[in-house]
């Protein structure tokens, strides 16, 4: 019996993954739940857990695009893993005939007959010498180190621009008195986390200070798009948050219809 490998669901408004990793080649055997395919989006990253045990084919390379509900590969589960093991020794000893020497000289593919043969194959040896030298010329010169950048870094990288095009950036920094919050936070955290199973924080509060700032001023909730200026009517807040694998920026949406238990829920995850 085969068993089907699909791309699982990757959360609201992810549709396409990129493949950024292949753990488990075809051929191999596998157990259950062990990790074959490491997935890639613009959110998060996700791991493929083998659904079966038996031999995997892998129908994708590293870097192809897929999508939510496509089949990455299968599990044939009637396979055992010690017949796989048996043979790699078999080839070991089939590997060892003299005759291999003799077969490559009466292939005719590489022998060198005439002098123009000698010297086409000279020709080809330092073309391929001379493909292979600036890759090596580029590592050893160069006091640098080049890391290949993920999918989602590439993203982040890119918004970061399309923003800084398209909205009147601004930086300020002013004092405010936050006693009374804090007192507050104080007197209320116990019941607070009581009935709702999670702490009150103060980004919830700066949330809802910031969206009550966008209702006094709804120019600063817009962006420029062509000639035009599109002010949005709605309130989703970005909260940027600093991780191992890039800036990552979790979007809360329809803030001014959310509580402060809500908000505070959705950062929590």
């Known amino acids: 019996m085969k068993k089907e490998v699909k791309v699982p669901s990757l959360g609201e408004s992810i549709t396409e ?5 292949i753990l488990k080649t075809s051929g191999s055997y596998v ?5 074959i395919i490491e997935l890639e989006t613009d959110k998060v990253n996700q791991t493929i857990n083998a659904p079966e045990s038996g031999v995997l084919t892998v129908n994708v390379k590293v870097d192809d695009v897929v999508k939510v509900g496509q089949v990455l590969g299968e599990i044939d589960t009637e396979a055992k893993g010690p017949k796989k093991e048996e043979q790699p020794k078999e080839e070991v000893k089939r590997e060892k005939p003299k005759e291999e020497p003799e077969k490559k000289l009466q292939s005719g593919a590489k022998i060198r007959e005439t002098e123009e043969d000698f010297l086409q194959s000279i020709g080809s040896e330092q073309k391929e010498e001379a493909k292979e030298k600036p890759v090596e010329q580029k590592k050893e010169s160069k006091n640098e180190k080049r890391t290949r950048m993920s999918k989602l870094r590439r993203v982040i990288a890119q918004k970061l621009v399309e923003v800084k095009n398209q909205t009147a950036m601004l930086t300020t920094f002013n004092e405010v008195d936050m006693k009374e ?3 507050f936070r104080k007197n209320e955290q116990e019941s607070f986390q009581k009935k709702h199973g999670v702490k009150l924080g103060f980004m ?8 009550k700032a966008l209702e006094q001023y709804p120019e600063i909730n817009g962006y420029i798009e062509g000639e035009e200026i599109v002010v949005r009517k709605y309130y989703n807040i970005g909260v940027a948050v600093g991780t191992e694998k890039g800036l990552m920026v979790p979007v809360i949406n329809d803030c001014d219809k959310k509580s402060f ?4 829920k959705e950062l929590k995850v």
Do not use: G, L, W
């Not at 993954?17 to 990793?21: G, R, Y």
């Not at 157990?31 to 990790?35: K, L, N, Q």
């Open 181 to 183: 919050i804090i007192d």
């Open 17 to 21: 993954a990129t493949v950024s990793n």
């Open 261 to 264: 238990a809500e908000i505070e």
């Open 204 to 211: 919830s509060f700066f949330i809802k200070a910031a969206v």
């Open 31 to 35: 157990e259950m739940d062990e990790e």
